[in-house]
């Protein structure tokens, strides 16, 4: 079987399963219309809050936009810390940021390695009918699509759309001048998603003309040929000026001559203003479907390009530029056209500077719509030469709030007079990922005491007949935990500590146990299928520990309890076959 592997895998893989020990705390101060407005701005690194929102929007999100960073060799590459992503998450957002320059061995890993929890993570929160739109260029644009394929499904593969970003050639480019961007789609199921027609644009009703006065209105002419050879479709048609034409060589018309007689009697074919030309057929605006059916590439002239999006953000905020390379409003509300229906929940976990807000207000005013939106950033700090610095804005989430807020108002104050713009909803709520302060020592303090078994069997837990001794852990000489596994993934321990042995069950997530009235001692954390390997992510869980072992007023079991928290353990059990 194909696989796609990197350096790193695995533990990206894990990271994605590991608990989220953050939380996120509102800031009400920097929010707008609090109490009226469902949509969210979150403050943090995006691998955390992904998971904080699993919880509450886990599969409710029907669309995502991803314009994650490209992996330039100058963009800012986040690196997670698997044993303290809070802690590195503190750390890196006090610094000025860091590029993942190409020089780097690990340039295309570390990427990967970024994108493919938050990509797993991402997909848990899209509805059943759900779909993701992420942009890449030539970068990571293959590896891009590898991730996607594992994490989404070959099957659930959309569409590559080609955005033209740039309508001028660079001429001094050394092999081509690159004049696009792509854009992937990819649906949660495909068989579920079903997009939406595009509504005409102004330019393409323009097209529709009535040069007869015909009273359906105005039409469109197309070839009434096709490249096909059908004997009996090739016949001569007598034009109005008396010429007979026929279909050109290798071609017939398109309809049987008794149907072209038919059309020719309703007024549905065209001969041109004298009557002389090659006929074509009639196509009326009132009759064509509802929309269109949107095509691959993406013109600027439709959606706009890099320069076009960086004046229009440069105009909102008095000519001053900001941020480089945000997105065109347009190229996102194309997204929002085709995939979202007016009560939809749209999700952008890199959001810059806040254009996907910005397009849901927009379409939401032009439909009246009441899309929702999510903005998840990381407080990525601005360099202190940068024109946002020195405007005050110290970081990428200060400029992507007040970027809503001021679409917002120029969307209100400029479509005043519009039906229901009283209720488009131009609030956010603002959250901002924090530890959670009770528990982050305990979380830190476990993970700083991981370590890591191999288990001694050859065999995988279905293979196991009965309990097998799997794993010693033996941490210093007078502490010891043996962990056995049978056939049912039941799991056993035994430590030489404060305890008998002690039978125990995994039920979810955690390790029941019917010692002693002790509900559950161990969380497990992950438990999960990885190449050969079964692995098995164990946790103490010390709430149960107090609650149900250690009556508060017993001394020696509380001096007992805080030997334990010295030695919390983390087991992986590989099993290596
Ligand atoms: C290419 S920009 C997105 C631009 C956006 N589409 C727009 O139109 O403004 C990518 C953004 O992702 C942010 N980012 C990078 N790593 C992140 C992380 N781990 N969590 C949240 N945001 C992150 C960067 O700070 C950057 O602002």
Not at 310 to 319: H, I, M, R, V
Not at 447 to 460: C, G, H, V
Request: aromatic share 12%.
């Amino acid at each position: 079987m194909y696989e796609f592997n990197w350096e790193g895998k695995e533990l990206a893989y894990k990271l994605a399963q590991t608990p989220s020990i953050g939380t996120l705390r509102p800031d009400k101060e920097s929010s707008k219309n609090w109490d009226d407005t469902e949509n969210l701005y979150i403050e943090g690194d995006n691998l955390e809050v992904l998971k904080l929102l699993q919880k509450s929007y886990f599969g409710k999100v029907k669309m995502i936009y991803i314009d994650p960073p490209y992996n330039t060799g100058k963009d800012f590459v986040y690196h997670d810390n698997f044993r303290d992503n809070i802690a590195n998450y503190k750390e890196i957002t006090n610094q000025t940021t860091r590029a993942n320059p190409e020089t780097n061995g690990r340039y295309h890993t570390d990427w990967l390695n970024m994108m493919y929890p938050r990509l797993k993570l991402a997909r848990n929160l899209l509805r059943e009918d759900g779909v993701i739109f992420i942009s890449i260029d030539d970068n990571e644009n293959s590896n891009l699509r590898k991730i996607c394929d594992e994490v989404f499904g070959e099957s659930n593969y959309v569409q590559e759309i080609i955005w033209q970003k740039k309508f001028s050639p660079q001429n001094d480019a050394k092999y081509f001048s690159l004049n696009h961007e792509n854009i992937y789609c990819y649906a949660k199921s495909k068989d579920l998603f079903s997009r939406n027609l595009l509504p005409m644009t102004d330019e393409q009703k323009s097209r529709y003309k009535n040069l007869d006065n015909d009273s359906r209105g105005p039409w469109t002419s197309g070839d009434i040929s096709v490249s096909r050879v059908t004997e009996k479709d090739i016949y001569g048609i007598k034009t109005p000026s008396g010429r007979e034409i026929y279909p050109p060589n290798g071609r017939s018309w398109r309809v049987s001559e008794e149907k072209l007689n038919d059309l020719i009697k309703d007024n549905r074919i065209w001969f041109g203003e004298n009557g002389d030309n090659v006929p074509r057929i009639k196509r009326f605006l009132s009759e064509v479907q509802n929309g269109i059916v949107p095509i691959s590439l993406w013109y600027h002239e439709e959606v706009g390009h890099t320069q076009s999006a960086a004046q229009n953000l440069k105009k909102l905020f008095n000519d001053k530029a900001l941020f480089d390379y945000p997105k065109p409003v347009e190229l996102i509300k194309k997204e929002l056209l085709l995939a979202t229906d007016k009560n939809d929940i749209v999700l952008d976990f890199f959001s810059g500077a806040s254009t996907t807000a910005h397009a849901v207000m927009q379409l939401n005013m032009e439909d009246i719509g009441k899309r929702k939106f999510i903005m998840v950033q990381l407080p990525e700090l601005t360099y202190e030469k940068s024109d946002a610095y020195k405007s005050g804005y110290k970081n990428i989430c200060e400029i992507g709030k007040e970027r809503i807020r001021r679409a917002g108002d120029k969307i209100v104050s400029e479509n005043k007079d519009k039906e229901g713009i009283e209720n488009l909803d131009i609030g956010f709520k603002v959250f901002k990922l924090d530890c959670n302060k009770g528990d982050s020592k305990m979380y830190n303090e476990k993970l700083m005491n991981s370590i890591t078994i191999e288990i001694l069997t050859d065999k995988k837990p279905k293979e196991l007949k009965g309990k097998k001794k799997i794993a010693t852990i033996n941490k210093d000489i007078d502490y010891k935990v043996q962990v056995f596994i049978d056939d049912d993934y039941n799991l056993y321990y035994q430590d030489n500590h404060a305890f008998a042995s002690c039978e125990s069950k995994i039920v979810h997530n955690k390790v029941e146990t019917s010692w002693n009235s002790c509900k559950c001692w161990f969380k497990i954390i992950g438990l999960y299928e990885c190449k050969n390997a079964h692995i098995v992510d164990i946790l103490r869980d010390l709430d149960s520990y107090s609650e149900h072992l250690y009556p508060k007023n017993n001394v020696a079991d509380n001096m007992a309890l805080s030997r334990l928290y010295e030695h919390m353990v983390k087991v992986y059990l590989n099993f290596i076959s």
